[in-house]
């Protein structure tokens, strides 16, 4: 009796194993074939061989099934145990990477987000994508060598499309960052109109709050505050970003709701806590009755004072606020001692915790939403959340974008605390701790802490050839 049950167990373990390994091959064909079909309905019009080597290395490995929000649950999804399993690591694989702006672009031969480029450089080059857990059941999918140096190499070209004239040394020309070159085309006089604007008390309703109010520019571009006082002592509900270097940001605001400079010069006119006006008619009646910014307006819009005048002129204004040649610019321009050894030392542990890839470009910030808290819990850690804690699902009311915020330029980070939208780091050292916690998943030692706050004390650059400071 025993003899026979010890048989059954055997061979239950080995149809066990049979029936794994058919569903293994079963997926695997099926993933192939989805992926042979998703080639031949895509038109490829990049004649770039690299790009077009990346593109299929990308598409035949499924790295859209767990990196986009259209990714199909495959059928053995329906499994128990496996469908947790898989839901769980799609989730998390969205989480940290949507690919398929990435594959769009790819496919159409128009320039890749640098966010974008830097994560796939970080899984490329630690040899973390795909994951064992992935490969296990999708065989062919495993990257070698080659298909791997092909990734990088693809990566360098896309990234050196951004700086086609790169003003970096040879040894940073791939690097993340880059030095603050860029010099935003602008109509002078209507820039000149614009600083005029942006300090300007009648653009409020009582006249007693400007744009400068929140964002100083002898302030790091902020106010210094948790939340910005607006007109007749009202408070807002988050903590002001800095207007210095907000030309790079992909969209304004902490949930970027407003598309371009344009749009947001708009919104804290209107808003009640913020500048008050009831509508553009009362601000534009004040600005009538002065004959000097009549004059001003008449010389560079025929059409004279207007909401999109005046919004217009303040976001020219804002084009120029960027502020270059901090010593970490002169460092990667070539000037090795514009650093010393701790901020070196300082610039590898941010580099070696993927902080450049969120934190990239010449803003180092500004081109991508991410969720807070994307390593721990940060919202049920902190208690107490509001509605202004969703984030970007404010504007999109998309479930993926929960908890979402425009990443933070780190330019001149050291001369605008507090921290984060909800302002609840008051120093440099907490805000690195924080984010090294909950957005990386590790706990920084002291020593740690210090070489990389003093890495980022020299991000604060120069405004109109001046050094900034507090």
């Known amino acids: 009796m025993m003899h026979k049950i010890k048989l059954l167990a055997v061979g239950g373990i080995v149809v066990g194993v049979i029936a794994y390994l058919t569903t293994v091959f079963l997926v695997d064909k099926e993933d192939q074939q989805t992926t042979k079909t998703k080639l031949m309905a895509v038109q490829l019009t990049t004649e770039q061989p690299l790009a077009r080597q990346t593109y299929q290395l990308l598409i035949s490995n499924g790295c859209e099934n767990c990196h986009s929000q259209q990714a199909q649950l495959p059928f053995y999804a329906k499994m128990p145990v496996a469908k947790q399993l898989i839901k769980q690591d ?111 008390v009648r653009l409020s309703g009582d006249d007693t709050v400007t744009c400068a109010s929140c964002h100083g520019l002898d302030k790091g571009g902020v106010d210094g505050l948790k939340t910005s006082t607006g007109i007749g002592g009202a408070k807002g509900p988050i903590n002001a970003p800095t207007v210095f270097n907000s030309a790079f940001n992909i969209h304004q605001f902490w949930d970027g709701r407003a598309e371009d400079l344009q749009a947001q010069a708009g919104g804290p006119v209107l808003n009640p806590k913020e500048m008050g006006s009831t509508s553009f008619k009362q601000v534009i009646t004040k600005l009538e009755t002065d004959p000097v910014i009549v004059s001003q307006f008449a010389k560079v819009y025929p059409d004279g004072i207007t909401e999109k005048n005046i919004t217009n002129a303040i976001a020219e204004f804002e084009k120029t606020l960027t502020t270059p040649n901090s010593r970490f610019d ?141």
């Open 90 to 200: 799609m989730d998390m694989g969205l989480a940290h990477f949507d690919i398929m702006p990435l594959l769009k672009n790819l496919a159409k031969n128009q320039p890749v987000s640098e966010v974008d480029l830097a994560k796939l450089e970080v899984v490329i080059s630690n040899n973390t994508m795909p994951p064992a857990r992935y490969t296990a059941l999708h065989w062919r999918s495993s990257l070698s060598a080659e298909n791997r140096q092909t990734l990088l190499d693809w990566i360098k070209q896309a990234r050196a499309r951004h700086y086609p004239q790169p003003v970096s040394a040879p040894q940073f020309h791939n690097e993340a960052i880059q030095p603050i070159s860029t010099v935003f085309n602008v109509n002078l006089e209507k820039v000149a109109l614009g600083s005029v604007l942006y300090h300007d």
């Open 330 to 470: 002169q460092y990667l321009k070539g000037n090795d001692n514009a650093l010393n050894s701790e901020e070196k030392q300082g610039y590898a542990l941010f580099k070696k915790y993927e902080c450049q890839t969120c934190h990239v470009g010449q803003a180092m910030g500004g081109q991508s939403f991410e969720i807070l808290g994307l390593q721990g819990n940060y919202f049920k850690d902190r208690g107490n959340t509001t509605e202004v804690d969703h984030g970007r699902y404010n504007f999109t009311k998309n479930p993926h974008d929960m908890h979402k915020f425009k990443v933070p330029t780190l330019r001149n980070i050291a001369l605008t605390a507090p921290y984060f939208h909800d302002a609840s780091e008051a120093t440099l050292e907490g805000a690195v701790a924080q984010m090294a916690k909950y957005q990386v998943g590790v706990n920084l030692s002291q020593d740690e802490i210090a070489k990389i706050t003093a890495f980022l004390n020299t991000l604060t650059g120069q405004y109109q050839g001046k050094q900034l400071t507090l």
